[in-house]
């Protein structure tokens, strides 16, 4: 019985040891598209209160990131992953899914925030089953879509 032992602690140090390795994996950032990157960057600064933090100038034009913050310098200082705009050739996009993800606690403000910026909602905002969650999906004006998550 000693030996089994032995053999299922060995095996389940060698399992936790090498789910131990994707503890160092975290999220850089999340890309979405644009024909205008500059344009686009001003919405989530108006529509979120997002800054401008990097930007690297590209032959299709520039990738900005933006990160939340009530200044620059405070945007620079967030930890948090970035939304990084990357320019794209068409803004006539038809992707579903929602590649950024908020978390709201006024999802009505949120979304007169997001349309006096310019950007729309893909229908009204609904409760998620029994959660007690909102859930809305807004669309930018580069035409991305946003999940807005309410939660109790």
């Not at 948090?80 to 908020?102: G, K």
Request: charged fraction near 15%.
């Amino acid at each position: 019985m000693n030996r089994i032992g032995a053999i299922a602690m060995g095996a389940c140090a060698v399992l936790l040891a090498g789910g131990a390795a994707h503890a160092d994996v975290t999220l850089n950032s999340v890309r979405i598209g644009a024909v205008n990157t500059v344009v686009l960057a001003k919405f989530y600064q108006t529509a979120f209160g997002m800054q401008e933090v990097n930007r690297i100038e590209t032959p299709a034009g520039p990738e900005l990131f933006v990160n939340f913050g009530a200044s620059a310098d405070a945007a620079k200082a967030n930890r948090n992953p970035p939304i990084v705009i990357m320019h794209r050739d068409s803004d006539a996009v038809a992707d579903p899914i929602a590649h950024v993800i908020f978390n709201v606690t006024d999802m009505a403000a949120t979304v007169a925030a997001i349309k006096a910026a310019g950007g729309t909602m893909a229908g009204e905002p609904f409760k998620y089953g029994n959660s007690g969650m909102m859930i809305g999906i807004a669309v930018d004006p580069a035409g991305n879509r946003l999940e807005l998550i309410q939660r109790p």
